[in-house]
């Protein structure tokens, strides 16, 4: 099996480390990162740009890789936006209320217009375990092998024996030990259900190198192979629906297929809660234990609704997954309705959550 991914897939740190410990990591090469044509600014929020009412600067990442042509990934404007100030100032209001209810400790918000070079971000200055949220950068490998590897999505893999590890919502229908699956049927059960089986059983068509290569283009940092608790910020965990938003990676049709899967997630607790019934989510979760008692809960998408779509990535950490799972939905909803700068008459989402 090829290694690499401590990604990801529990919800509890042993059970990280565990899975890491099977597929160990190999170390690759540096890899040359993206040229920024502009002054490069950091996105970790330990360093986040003021607000600016007139902010000229923007970074373009491009594909560097071997050729004449330099594909653009994505582009940033260097300091957030002044017209999503009011958006920010909401969000931080809804995230002090949130921990003085004792429902979070931490929380971080990073949102980003896609069609505008508009973004802010909110909330405490953190990295946080992406844990189940990196399966997308699994699928998203996957999907870049198979365009070199006609046939591979319809490739049968059996399933040998399973993790164990538990998931935060009972998958409607379940892999079974000894049954064969096709590659395509493994990426709709790791995305749709976050089944942990079809994850593991995804590393063994992976490409490494190519697994790092996206990470370098990116500019985002790989995890380590001997880092049982790799971090990562909200504005770098965006780059991945960015780039799927942007068909600037993969191909057009593996674009739309990455995307169609992540509206399929059964989870509708965090940021589809906080959004009326009529948009569109294309998102994916996760949860980790932290080395205390704490926990992180976190939902990650872009939210398509009445021609316009966002990116947003909210990230938090507490005692009671339950109440963060809320929080995140009330920030969500935060979001939704504020999502242009001001506050919005759009209806809320109406159906009661799902148990």
Same mark, same amino acid.
């Given at each position: 099996? /090829?290694?690499?991914?401590?990604?990801?897939?529990?919800?509890?740190?042993?059970?990280?480390?565990?899975?890491?410990?099977?597929?160990?990591?190999?170390?690759? &090469?540096?890899?040359?990162?993206?040229? &920024?044509?502009?002054?490069?600014?950091?996105?970790?929020?330990?360093?986040?740009?003021?607000?600016?009412?007139?902010?000229?600067?923007?970074?373009?990442?491009?594909?560097?890789?071997?050729?004449?042509?330099?594909?653009?990934?994505?582009?940033?404007? &260097?300091?957030?936006?002044?017209?999503?100030?009011?958006? /920010?100032?909401?969000?931080?209001?809804?995230?002090?209320?949130? +921990? &003085?209810?004792?429902?979070?400790?931490?929380?971080?918000?990073?949102?980003?217009?896609?069609?505008?070079?508009?973004?802010?971000?909110?909330?405490?200055?953190?990295?946080?375990?992406?844990?189940?949220?990196? /399966?997308?950068?699994?699928?998203?490998?996957?999907?870049?092998?198979?365009?070199?590897?006609?046939?591979?999505?319809?490739?049968?893999?059996?399933?040998?024996?399973?993790?164990? $590890?538990?998931?935060?919502?009972?998958?409607?229908?379940?892999?079974?030990?000894?049954?064969?699956?096709?590659?395509?049927?493994?990426?709709?059960?790791?995305?749709?259900?976050?089944?942990?089986?079809?994850?593991?059983?995804? $590393?063994?068509?992976?490409?490494?190198?190519?697994?790092?290569?996206?990470?370098?283009?990116?500019?985002?940092?790989?995890?380590?192979?001997?880092? $049982?608790?790799?971090?990562?910020?909200?504005?770098?965990?965006? /780059?991945?629906?960015?780039?799927?938003?942007?068909?600037?990676?993969?191909?057009?049709?593996?674009?739309?297929?990455?995307?169609?899967?992540?509206?399929?997630?059964?989870?509708?607790?965090?940021?589809?809660?906080?959004?009326?019934?009529?948009?569109?989510?294309?998102?994916?979760?996760?949860?980790?234990?932290?080395?205390?008692?704490? +926990?992180?809960?976190?939902?990650?998408?872009?939210?398509?609704?009445?021609?316009?779509?966002?990116?947003?990535?909210?990230?938090?950490?507490?005692?009671?997954?339950?109440?963060?799972?809320?929080?995140?939905?009330?920030?969500?909803?935060?979001?939704?309705?504020?999502?242009?700068?001001?506050?919005?008459?759009?209806?809320?989402?109406?159906?009661?959550?799902?148990?």
């Amino acid at each position: 099996m /090829k290694g690499k991914l401590i990604l990801l897939v529990s919800a509890c740190a042993l059970a990280v480390a565990a899975c890491f410990v099977y597929l160990s990591l190999q170390t690759f &090469n540096a890899l040359d990162k993206p040229i &920024n044509e502009k002054a490069v600014v950091s996105e970790s929020l330990g360093s986040a740009p003021t607000l600016s009412e007139s902010c000229e600067d923007i970074t373009m990442v491009r594909d560097q890789h071997t050729g004449l042509t330099k594909p653009l990934l994505f582009a940033d404007l &260097n300091c957030e936006s002044a017209e999503l100030a009011p958006l /920010k100032e909401k969000i931080n209001t809804a995230i002090s209320a949130l +921990k &003085n209810e004792g429902k979070l400790q931490k929380a971080t918000v990073y949102f980003k217009e896609l069609n505008t070079l508009r973004w802010i971000q909110a909330g405490d200055k953190e990295e946080y375990y992406p844990a189940s949220m990196l /399966k997308i950068a699994v699928m998203l490998n996957v999907l870049k092998v198979s365009e070199f590897k006609p046939g591979l999505l319809d490739q049968r893999l059996q399933l040998t024996e399973t993790t164990g $590890f538990g998931v935060l919502e009972k998958p409607s229908v379940q892999l079974q030990k000894g049954n064969f699956y096709t590659v395509s049927e493994l990426l709709e059960a790791m995305i749709a259900r976050s089944d942990n089986d079809a994850t593991k059983l995804l $590393f063994s068509v992976m490409d490494d190198w190519e697994y790092a290569d996206m990470y370098a283009k990116l500019n985002i940092p790989q995890p380590h192979h001997e880092d $049982f608790f790799y971090r990562m910020s909200p504005a770098n965990m965006a /780059k991945f629906y960015r780039v799927l938003y942007n068909v600037s990676y993969l191909n057009e049709e593996n674009s739309e297929y990455a995307l169609k899967l992540l509206t399929q997630s059964e989870y509708t607790q965090g940021l589809v809660a906080g959004v009326p019934r009529e948009a569109k989510v294309a998102h994916k979760f996760g949860e980790h234990f932290t080395e205390g008692n704490a +926990k992180q809960f976190h939902d990650s998408g872009i939210v398509y609704f009445s021609g316009s779509a966002y990116v947003v990535v909210i990230m938090t950490e507490g005692i009671d997954l339950p109440a963060l799972e809320k929080a995140v939905a009330q920030l969500s909803e935060v979001c939704f309705l504020n999502r242009t700068g001001k506050a919005s008459e759009s209806p809320r989402k109406t159906q009661s959550p799902q148990a």
